[in-house]
């Protein structure tokens, strides 16, 4: 269906009978078909992922996305909440999510807004190993 090639009609077809099978409401059904007779299917997950910013900021909330090796236990998440709020201030509220991922080795990473606290192990062993292989000036010294 995100394939521009297929005819508009056939595009538009798939798409209605996948609304009524799910049950969507006539006014997701009809913007779906716009996308569809528009060429625009691909698009959907940006759209989706852009209604929800302007949604939470309408409501006066932030997405904080916390990346660590293992979830959070919830007494540290609400600590970090806590935090987060803090350095946001009154009017705004913090919606966090959680995602795991191995690799960071440890530590925790934060983005939110146009923010990132990175405080990963992983960063930290790459930042201590381009300290290790600079060249030392000796007449600095």
Excluded at 41 to 59: C, D, Q, V, Y
Excluded at 87 to 100: A, E, F, P, R
Aim: with cysteine.
């Amino acid at each position: 269906m995100k394939d521009i090639s297929v005819p508009k009609d056939t595009r538009v077809k798939a798409v209605t009978e996948i609304c009524s099978e799910a049950k969507f409401s006539d006014l997701t059904k009809n913007f779906l078909v716009v996308l569809a007779e528009n060429g625009r299917l691909g698009h959907l997950e940006s759209i989706a992922n852009r209604f929800e910013e302007l949604s939470m900021a309408h409501k006066g909330e932030v997405k904080a996305i916390v990346t660590s090796v293992i979830p959070l236990p919830p007494e540290e998440e609400k600590d970090l909440k806590e935090i987060l709020q803090e350095i946001l201030g009154q009017g705004k509220k913090i919606k966090l999510d959680q995602k795991i991922d191995p690799s960071i080795l440890g530590g925790i990473m934060v983005e939110f807004g146009q923010k990132v606290f990175d405080m990963t192990i992983k960063t930290r062993a790459k930042q201590m190993e381009r300290f290790l292989r600079d060249p030392i000036n000796i007449d600095s010294l």
